[in-house]
């Protein structure tokens, strides 16, 4: 299984050991599931890098599952939403044809960025997931980015406290797949 995420899975901030991802792992082997986690989160990745490293992510582990968990830095920066949009497609296409499962983690916005922009780039993770007919955990940080207590003090990267959490928002899209 390959994550290829940003800071949120690359557990910014923490030991690498504490985060959602290694929990995983710990989770997948304790419950007896035949999985090796690789993590290929890289803090500060958009969308455009993550697809820019996934060939080669792909030919060196050969995932039966991918879980994408992109597009934050994309929005964070105010990137162009139809190229984050194309390259979350182009992503899932790639690992489709690897014969991988796939699912797609989404992210939203601080309510900062304006109406139109939060709605337009939560909807690109659900349109993305419905015309590729892949799998979808609608929010990494449900229940987390709204409690401080577990919040960096940056208040954009969850603590060590919310990492369980976050495992629990994505293991039942991802159960499915496995």
């Known amino acids: ?5 940003d800071s949120l899975s690359a557990a910014y901030g923490m030991d690498v050991g504490s985060g959602w991802v290694a929990l995983l792992g710990k989770r997948l082997e304790r419950q007896k599931y ?3 986690v690789v993590n290929a989160s890289i803090s500060g990745d958009t969308t455009a890098n993550g697809l820019a490293r996934l060939p080669g992510l792909l030919a060196a582990h050969r995932p039966s599952i991918i879980v994408i968990e992109l597009g934050g830095n994309d929005g964070l920066r105010g990137l162009d939403l139809g190229q984050m949009k194309h390259n ?4 899932v296409t790639k690992a ?4 991988a499962r796939v699912l ?3 992210i939203q916005l601080p309510p900062n960025y304006g109406n139109y922009y939060t709605q337009r780039f939560r909807r690109i993770y659900q349109e993305v997931a419905a015309e590729q007919q892949v799998g979808l955990a609608p929010f990494l940080l449900d229940g987390v980015a709204t409690n401080h207590t577990l919040m960096q003090p940056d208040e954009i ?4 406290k919310a990492q369980q959490k976050m495992l629990e928002n994505v293991w039942p899209y991802l159960r499915p797949l496995l």
Do not use: E, F, P, S
């Open 96 to 99: 489709k044809a690897g014969r």
């Open 88 to 91: 979350i497609t182009v992503m």
């Open 157 to 160: 990267h969850a603590n060590a």
């Open 1 to 5: 299984m390959l994550v290829l995420g």
């Open 34 to 36: 035949d999985y090796q």
């Open 104 to 106: 797609l983690v989404g």
